[in-house]
T-cell receptor, first 116, second 115 residues
Framework: AQSVTQPDIHITVSEGASLELRCNYS??????LFWYVQSPGQGLQLLLK??????LVQGIKGFEAEFKRSQSSFNLRKPSVHWSDAAEYFC??????????????FGQGTTLQVKP | DTGVSQNPRHKITKRGQNVTFRCDPI?????LYWYRQTLGQGPEFLTY????????KSRLLSDRFSAERPKGSFSTLEIQRTEQGDSAMYLC?????????????FGDGTRLSIL
């Protein structure tokens, strides 16, 4: 079935440690790829996006993501996590093709907890 | 850019009542989306407007749900005869015209609780 999968529901890292959040998609053609972050009780903020070109994309707040076509993955990384990064992270796709309205299809999210 | 605004932020109502939510998108954005997010899940698409035209509706949008965007600016989402299962966060997002890759900007959502 077509889907966006975030295998890790919950991740805990120590402040200053590196972070990688996984995202896999299963669609016939490579969709547009996004990562969003959501703080409690808030809407979603775009961290970064990938459409084409360089497979390593830089985003806001020191985040980056790497697109790997062979693995159908778009993993989010940060070299050194700050306590303020604690939030819920969503991977999302927009399918390509005529008639597509640009609606986002989300994974179920990964909750990041940061230990002092 | 004042961002996407949603009202109210919270709504508590009894089962069977009707509720209406409002979304004011970023002023120059002609694309508007509604999503629903339940606890522990990612948002799910409900419906899409391009200007005043409602161009796509999810199967999640039962007959009790209706959305409008009468002048291509703000939008409303109404739920009639609310049920327990309607309890969720309702998110609105907008994006500019052109490519479907244009990023969506989200409001802070309306949290609906059904007693």
């Amino acid at each position: 079935a077509q889907s966006v999968t975030q295998p890790d529901i919950h991740i805990t890292v120590s402040e200053g440690a590196s972070l990688e959040l996984r995202c896999n998609y299963s669609y016939g053609a490579t969709p547009y790829l996004f990562w969003y972050v959501q703080s409690p009780g808030q809407g979603l903020q775009l961290l970064l996006k990938y459409f084409s070109g360089d497979t390593l994309v830089q985003g806001i707040k020191g985040f980056e993501a790497e697109f790997k076509r062979s693995q159908s993955s778009f993993n989010l990384r940060k070299p050194s996590v700050h306590w303020s990064d604690a939030a819920e992270y969503f991977c999302a796709v927009v399918l390509l093709g005529s008639g597509n309205t640009g609606k986002l299809i989300f994974g179920q999210g990964t909750t990041l907890q940061v230990k002092p | 850019d004042t961002g996407v605004s949603q009202n109210p932020r919270h709504k508590i109502t009894k089962r069977g009542q009707n509720v209406t939510f409002r979304c004011d998108p970023i002023s120059e954005h002609n694309r508007l989306y509604w999503y629903r997010q339940t606890l522990g899940q990612g948002p799910e698409f409900l419906t899409y407007f391009q200007n005043e035209a409602q161009l796509e509706k999810s199967r999640l949008l039962s007959d009790r749900f209706s959305a409008e965007r009468p002048k291509g600016s703000f939008s409303t989402l109404e739920i009639q005869r609310t049920e327990q299962g309607d309890s969720a966060m309702y998110l609105c997002a907008s994006s500019s015209a052109g490519s479907s890759s244009n990023p969506q900007h989200f409001g802070d959502g309306t949290r609906l609780s059904i007693l």
